[in-house]
């Protein structure tokens, strides 16, 4: 055997960090409160559980490689072309499609301060270079990402709500940035929690997706659907993008159980309805009940909040998370996206939400 030569992954890969998840357990401790993940304390539609359950039947037979019953839903429910619907394991798939697809050696990828790190290790990975550019009050700065566009800027990425800020950018402004992009540049908005927004001016990107040839809309069923075990995103873009993805993407890439599930939860706008009403009144008392005990809160349209602690001996974030974690409270550490002294908390059952106040209560008070 010839111990010299052995195989070596493209220049670049092994220096990008791999995906840290939310954290799951909470060592010796009985009930634990998973919000480190912005999964949905309603879990996922009936109707999502009977299609899953009923395709377990069919288990030997592969699943549809266009995924049409799912798309169909989705361009049922939100009055769009099932042509122009891609579907993804998760829409991280997407995102990594896209990278693979439009960026090579000497490309450059723009995202913002804090933005989600799967666009990051995605652009790295395509071999590109990602270039990170500042925001403004754990917002989206326009502006920013304007002047930071050069000739070798093929694409950008843009969560919106934000994750892990929860702040949004206005439709204005996304129109704006838009407008001042030359036609080469693909604008990524990733809408992961449109569903959750109330504001007039959010739009999560179908109008700007229609009119143009250069913007893609990624959405998910992880969050206020329930189904981020099944795995299921989808992208709306226009037909050259979704078929330049197409070709390279996996033939059976959602399984058969996600498919069925997929269509059914979708469906069941119902349901969904539900999960945004419960959402929209707990972080509301979660966010004053924490500004009341003296943590800054970043103003969230999403389905989780990000919370600053004091820059002082024992109320410090890490401190914090240890603490929780003792009773059972999962939280998010957020050092990874540049926020060495803030927790995000997804906004859970109301236990779980009443008791993660408790505790913070205790740790604020402690001397
Ligand atoms: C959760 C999340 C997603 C969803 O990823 P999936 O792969 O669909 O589970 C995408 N973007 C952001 C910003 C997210 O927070």
Redesign the pocket.
Known sequence: MNMEVKPTPRPGILDIAAYVPGKEHAPGVARVFKLS??ESPLGPSPKAIGAFQQSAGHLEMYPDGQALALREAIADVHGLNVHNILC?N????L?GLLCHVYLGAGDEGIITEHG?L?YKIQIKAAGATPVVVKEKDCTVDVDAILSAVTERTKIIFL?NP??PTGTYVPASEIRRLHAGLPGNVILVL?A??AEYVRRNDYEAGVELVSGNRNVVM?R????VYGL?AL???WAYGPTEILDALNRVRGPFNLNAPAIAAGAAAIRDQEFVGKAVEHNLVWIEKVTEALTGLGLRVTPSVANFVLMHFPDVDGKRAEEADAFLTSRGYILRAVRGYGFANSLRMTIGSAEANIGVIEALTEFMGRA
């Open positions: 993940s912005n993804g998760g829409s991280d798939e995102l989600f799967v969560a934000g994750n990733d992961a929690y990624t998910t069923f992880s969050k981020a795995r299921v995103g």
